[in-house]
């Protein structure tokens, strides 16, 4: 295996709120290799937006901070470095599209405006070459008439087109990592396929490594090579992506996949009711000792409530945070 | 016309709802057509499913049933009362029969009342009981969709996502309706509560008898929940079955796109390429093309398609609207 692109190790992010102070990241570890796609699945307040603030170094400082941990890109060192370093990586290095593409685009530049600006910025291209890019990344991200579309403010273009739009902004100074943060979330189901054929074209003919952070597991399952589950601030589970979702070891990984209802080509004419996980996710000032699951476990032990259960390599590198499970 | 008349809670004829037209400020406004001549009936104690994409109409079909846009045309019945010839007061009273659930829990409850007051309001507005029966009532309703009745103390920032939605289907049943029309109920809440709230609301249904009409775009959760489902594309309904056949033998080239795109658990990475594939979006409901409305996209269209519009056929309870089904062509 080829040494990992990006390498987050370790990292802790607290945060102070009324309530206390909260761990929001718990030495969350993650990897991914130039042409891989690593998901990041768990529900919301998991921690998976968090760890995609950390990378970019955007984690809003106070009330948060990254206490410890390190976050490598291609063996550079990320944390600590002074913000106008970090601002070079952003976007040059490490691309990133967010869930919104309307509030993330600016209402008042036209889309090849923003696309060249990135450019110019990091590149120093001049104005003329920087368009000349920004309608070649359209044309990649296969948005029709890019010459003419490159003149249209965002509003003039639908929400599957507006997220075309902030790939081809992440991508146009060719960054060697992509984050995405729940890209498709937003959009309709046949939108939502177009996007993921077009992240998966960019890997395959760009070798850029992609974080895809989702909520879905059928995402995962389409798009990603490995996988990481996320719970309250730590990753409880993380492998190959076949692996997992066959054999999901974690209490929760299961209950994740067994919750939803998931579209059967042949559906059984009888209904069994979904697999519930019982209870919410708990507050992070309120975590307790033991594993933060715990509470909402059914193969729950003793020790569960007593101490938190290390990130542990079952077998084939698949690694679970789980007492019942090691046992 | 499907499903069986006499039993149905609700059936809703060629239903439609335009927006605009007419002369504005600045000359003849656009007419959306939202909805665009629908027709269904869903039998008491079922669950009908309307999936779509964005402005496929699906919810202004659920707000028109609820006679909370203007119909522009069409008759929705409701047991024996024609719901869309009501007025005034008459409406207002027929309003007890049928209730809706929001997709938004965290917009759809009012943020100044505690919990029991929101569930008790439709009761108050409606004048049903006395105050005691009333705060009976509320008490029963907690319970049943898994509430604490001191909860009804709390105001709804106090209530997780998944709880706010309790609380939106507790004053759903408040009333005692016949039919519940869920606009997206659970599209808003985390995966692990999405299951809390299905569960619910079967249970309920077992319970009550209640009717549901069901709008979502996730097909996952409306093959799981819906007995009979209707697919819509740009106001019309362009194929309709029950559950195991619409998933089954899918006919309409939209229906098969649609299931093609949802991310499978069960599929491999490399099965992906070799499924259909819809490319761009939907024309605009302002300038309809004057056939088929999914012509501009299908990947199978002939000329034919681009000059008339297909009705929506009947066979053997599966509704399709498609030229090249049933002709041995598809």
């Given at each position: 295996?080829?040494?990992?692109?990006?390498?987050?190790?370790?990292?802790?992010?607290?945060?102070?709120?009324?309530?206390?102070?909260?761990?929001?990241?718990?030495?969350?570890?993650?990897?991914?290799?130039?042409?891989?796609?690593?998901?990041?699945?768990?529900?919301?307040?998991?921690?998976?937006?968090?760890?995609?603030?950390?990378?970019?170094?955007?984690?809003?400082?106070?009330?948060?901070?990254?206490?410890?941990?390190?976050?490598?890109?291609?063996?550079?060192?990320?944390?600590?470095?002074?913000?106008?370093?970090?601002?070079?990586?952003?976007?040059?290095?490490?691309?990133?599209?967010?869930?919104?593409?309307?509030?993330?685009?600016?209402?008042v530049?036209?889309v090849?405006?923003?696309?060249?600006?990135?450019?110019?910025?990091?590149?120093?291209?001049?104005?003329?070459?920087?368009m000349?890019?920004a309608?070649?990344?359209?044309?990649?991200?296969?948005?029709?008439?890019?010459?003419?579309?490159?003149?249209?403010?965002?509003?003039?273009?639908?929400?599957?087109?507006?997220?075309?739009?902030?790939?081809?902004?992440a991508?146009?100074?060719?960054?060697?990592?992509?984050?995405?943060?729940?890209p498709?979330?937003?959009?309709?189901?046949?939108?939502?396929?177009?996007?993921?054929?077009?992240?998966?074209?960019?890997?395959?003919?760009?070798?850029?490594?992609?974080?895809l952070?989702?909520?879905d597991?059928?995402?995962?399952?389409?798009?990603?090579?490995?996988?990481?589950?996320?719970?309250?601030?730590?990753?409880?589970?993380?492998?190959?992506?076949?692996?997992?979702?066959s054999?999901?070891?974690?209490?929760?990984?299961?209950?994740l996949?067994?919750?939803?209802?998931?579209?059967?080509?042949?559906?059984?004419?009888?209904?069994?009711?979904?697999?519930?996980?019982?209870?919410?996710?708990?507050?992070?000032?309120?975590?307790?000792?033991?594993?933060?699951?715990?509470?909402?476990?059914?193969?729950?032990?003793?020790?569960?409530?007593?101490?938190?259960?290390?990130?542990?390599?079952?077998?084939?590198?698949?690694?679970?945070?789980?007492?019942?499970?090691?046992? | 016309?499907?499903?069986?008349?006499?039993?149905?809670?609700?059936?809703?004829?060629?239903?439609?709802v335009?927006?605009?037209?007419?002369?504005?400020?600045?000359?003849?406004?656009?007419?959306?057509?939202?909805?665009?001549?629908?027709?269904?009936?869903?039998?008491?104690?079922?669950?009908?499913?309307?999936?779509?994409?964005?402005?496929?109409?699906?919810?202004?079909?659920?707000?028109?049933?609820?006679?909370?846009?203007?119909?522009?045309?069409?008759?929705?019945?409701?047991?024996?009362?024609?719901?869309?010839?009501?007025?005034?007061?008459?409406?207002?009273?027929?309003?007890?029969?049928?209730?809706?659930?929001f997709?938004?829990?965290?917009s759809?409850?009012?943020?100044?009342?505690?919990?029991?007051?929101?569930?008790?309001?439709?009761?108050?507005?409606?004048?049903?009981?006395?105050?005691?029966?009333?705060?009976?009532?509320?008490?029963?309703?907690?319970?049943?969709?898994?509430?604490?009745?001191?909860?009804?103390a709390?105001?709804?920032?106090?209530?997780?996502?998944?709880?706010?939605?309790?609380?939106?289907?507790?004053?759903?049943?408040?009333?005692?309706?016949?039919?519940?029309?869920?606009?997206?109920?659970?599209?808003?809440?985390?995966?692990?509560?999405?299951?809390?709230?299905?569960?619910?609301?079967?249970?309920?249904?077992?319970?009550?008898?209640?009717?549901?009409?069901?709008?979502?775009?996730?097909?996952?959760?409306?093959?799981?929940?819906?007995?009979?489902?209707?697919v819509m594309?740009?106001?019309?309904?362009?194929?309709?079955?029950?559950?195991?056949?619409?998933?089954?033998?899918?006919?309409?080239?939209?229906?098969?796109a649609l299931?093609a795109?949802?991310?499978?658990?069960?599929?491999?990475?490399?099965?992906?390429?070799?499924?259909?594939?819809?490319?761009?979006?939907?024309?605009?409901?302002?300038?309809?093309?004057?056939?088929?409305?999914?012509?501009?996209?299908?990947?199978?269209?002939?000329?034919?398609?681009?000059?008339?519009?297909?009705?929506?056929?009947?066979?053997?309870?599966?509704?399709?609207?498609?030229?090249?089904?049933?002709?041995?062509?598809?």
């Amino acid at each position: 295996m080829s040494a990992p692109l990006l390498d987050i190790d370790g990292i802790v992010v607290d945060f102070s709120t009324r309530a206390g102070d909260a761990r929001v990241l718990d030495h969350v570890s993650l990897d991914v290799a130039e042409g891989e796609i690593l998901g990041i699945v768990g529900e919301s307040g998991c921690g998976k937006s968090m760890t995609a603030l950390s990378i970019m170094g955007l984690v809003p400082q106070p009330p948060g901070r990254l206490t410890s941990g390190s976050i490598r890109l291609a063996g550079r060192e990320l944390v600590g470095l002074p913000e106008s370093e970090l601002c070079d990586i952003r976007g040059k290095e490490i691309g990133m599209i967010f869930q919104e593409p309307m509030s993330s685009l600016n209402p008042v530049l036209t889309v090849g405006e923003q696309i060249a600006e990135s450019v110019r910025l990091h590149e120093g291209a001049s104005p003329r070459a920087a368009m000349a890019r920004a309608v070649e990344m359209l044309r990649a991200v296969e948005i029709p008439e890019a010459d003419l579309r490159a003149k249209a403010y965002p509003h003039q273009l639908s929400g599957g087109m507006r997220q075309r739009v902030m790939i081809a902004i992440a991508l146009a100074c060719r960054p060697r990592v992509l984050i995405a943060d729940e890209p498709t979330t937003a959009l309709d189901a046949t939108v939502q396929a177009q996007i993921f054929d077009l992240l998966q074209d960019l890997q395959r003919d760009m070798g850029t490594a992609i974080v895809l952070i989702t909520h879905d597991m059928g995402a995962v399952a389409e798009l990603a090579d490995r996988v990481a589950v996320m719970y309250a601030g730590r990753v409880v589970e993380k492998g190959a992506v076949g692996t997992v979702l066959s054999d999901p070891r974690h209490p929760y990984t299961r209950g994740l996949i067994a919750c939803v209802p998931h579209l059967e080509p042949d559906p059984p004419a009888v209904r069994a009711p979904l697999l519930e996980i019982p209870g919410v996710v708990p507050a992070l000032t309120d975590l307790g000792r033991g594993c933060a699951f715990a509470p909402r476990c059914g193969s729950r032990i003793a020790r569960c409530d007593a101490e938190k259960p290390p990130l542990e390599a079952m077998d084939g590198g698949h690694l679970t945070a789980c007492w019942v499970a090691r046992a | 016309m499907s499903g069986d008349a006499r039993n149905s809670a609700l059936t809703v004829e060629g239903l439609k709802v335009h927006f605009g037209g007419g002369r504005g400020l600045l000359g003849a406004r656009p007419t959306v057509h939202a909805v665009d001549g629908v027709s269904f009936s869903v039998p008491a104690g079922r669950t009908f499913g309307i999936v779509g994409e964005s402005g496929s109409g699906k919810t202004t079909t659920a707000l028109a049933v609820m006679r909370l846009v203007p119909l522009t045309d069409g008759r929705v019945t409701l047991g024996d009362t024609v719901v869309s010839e009501l007025e005034g007061e008459a409406l207002r009273a027929a309003r007890r029969q049928f209730q809706i659930v929001f997709q938004d829990p965290y917009s759809s409850l009012d943020p100044r009342k505690r919990a029991g007051e929101i569930v008790r309001e439709p009761l108050d507005l409606m004048r049903i009981g006395t105050r005691a029966e009333r705060d009976a009532k509320v008490a029963e309703l907690f319970g049943q969709v898994g509430l604490r009745p001191e909860q009804r103390a709390l105001f709804p920032h106090q209530f997780s996502g998944g709880q706010r939605q309790r609380l939106g289907l507790a004053r759903a049943l408040s009333t005692e309706p016949d039919l519940i029309v869920c606009d997206e109920p659970v599209s808003a809440l985390d995966v692990a509560i999405q299951a809390q709230i299905l569960n619910l609301m079967a249970r309920l249904q077992r319970e009550l008898g209640l009717t549901y009409l069901f709008i979502s775009h996730d097909l996952g959760v409306v093959q799981h929940i819906c007995d009979e489902i209707a697919v819509m594309y740009l106001g019309q309904i362009v194929e309709q079955a029950d559950r195991v056949t619409l998933f089954r033998d899918p006919q309409h080239p939209y229906t098969k796109a649609l299931l093609a795109a949802v991310p499978s658990v069960h599929g491999a990475r490399a099965d992906r390429r070799a499924r259909l594939r819809l490319k761009g979006d939907p024309p605009s409901p302002v300038n309809l093309p004057p056939g088929c409305r999914f012509a501009s996209r299908c990947p199978v269209a002939e000329p034919r398609c681009h000059r008339e519009a297909p009705p929506l056929v009947e066979r053997g309870g599966h509704r399709c609207a498609c030229w090249l089904v049933g002709s041995g062509e598809n």
